[in-house]
């Protein structure tokens, strides 16, 4: 079948995450455990409730309707990417909760790339004509991962606990 290298791929990724994710806790062991930076900014909420109903609620709604009229390589498609995601989520969790480990800032970095990439080689399977509706949902993902990537990155400051210096803050507001 077509779609077993898309699951080989997944499956090698999977590995070479998970490997680099361990060798990078062991090599950070003896730093001191990681914690959010408290409060929240406001938006957080928002941002999150977003991702959980568009990164998720509307693929799984997706995948169900896909399952129900028969569409397997569109299954596979989402399955492979709700499995990658749901495999992130755990990351993050073992990393920020069980193990309190830097780490945690690294997860989404490894894998947003992969989850578009996975998302771009997903729209090759699903057909044009039929399925026209879920490319668009397909293509939608792709804006909204891309956009969390670059919120990630715009929040690494906060998340390394960079400090700001009042005096350069002050300055600023001078100018």
């Not at 993050?92 to 996975?118: A, G």
């Not at 390394?160 to 300055?171: K, R, T, V």
Request: charged content about 10%.
């Amino acid at each position: 079948m077509i779609l077993v290298p898309f699951f080989y791929e997944n499956l090698l990724f999977v590995a070479i995450a998970t490997l680099f994710f361990l060798i990078v806790g062991w090599a950070w062991k003896n730093a001191k455990p990681y914690t959010l930076p408290q409060p929240l900014p406001g938006w957080f909420r928002i941002w999150f409730l977003s991702i959980q109903i568009i990164g998720i609620g509307l693929p799984v709604v997706a995948l169900g309707w896909c399952f129900w009229q028969g569409y397997s390589r569109a299954v596979a498609v989402l399955l492979s990417y709700l499995l990658l995601l749901g495999l992130q989520i755990l990351s993050e969790s073992l990393c920020l909760r069980q193990f309190r480990s830097i780490v945690f800032v690294m997860v989404p970095y490894v894998y947003l790339p992969y989850r578009v990439w996975q998302l771009v080689t997903g729209l090759a399977y699903v057909p044009e004509v039929e399925l026209g509706w879920l490319r668009s949902i397909l293509i939608g993902q792709i804006v909204l991962w891309i956009g969390n990537y670059l919120l990630d990155l715009s929040q690494l400051p906060r998340l390394l606990h960079w400090q700001i210096d009042p005096s350069h803050q002050q300055s600023r507001q001078q100018d």
